[in-house]
């Protein structure tokens, strides 16, 4: 079955840099897009980045353009979120997500990433 497992996460101080990594396993992970959202308390959840299958077209929310970067090692079976200068409102929860189709996604239990001022 399709896993996502997310880790990295943490406790930094602002202006501090954290890397995010998803493991994927249960699909043709070389073949699909993948991205990364983010979750803070009270919020909906938003979009963060994405890339597509050889790391070609890549997409980020204006929030963080120019301070995070996603990246994928498709023989590793991960994608990467480098997340620098890192601001007390990056605080959330941050899901790793696979969509096969229009109509289904998977989502990773998610890592926690607080910035404190």
């Known amino acids: 079955q399709v896993q996502l497992v997310e880790s990295g996460g943490g406790l930094v101080q602002a202006g501090g840099s954290l890397r995010l990594s998803c493991a994927a396993s249960g699909f043709a992970f070389s073949n699909y897009a993948m991205g990364w959202f983010r979750q803070a308390p009270g919020k909906e959840r938003e979009f963060v980045a994405s890339i597509n299958s050889i790391g070609g077209d890549i997409y980020y929310a204006d929030s963080v353009k120019g301070r995070f970067t996603i990246s994928r090692d498709n023989a590793k079976n991960t994608v990467y979120l480098q997340m620098n200068s890192l601001k007390p409102e990056d605080t959330a929860l941050y899901y790793c997500?696979?969509?096969?189709?229009?109509?289904?996604?998977?989502w990773g239990q998610g890592t926690q990433v607080t910035v404190s001022s």
């Open positions: 997500v696979y969509r096969p189709g229009a109509s289904s996604s998977y």
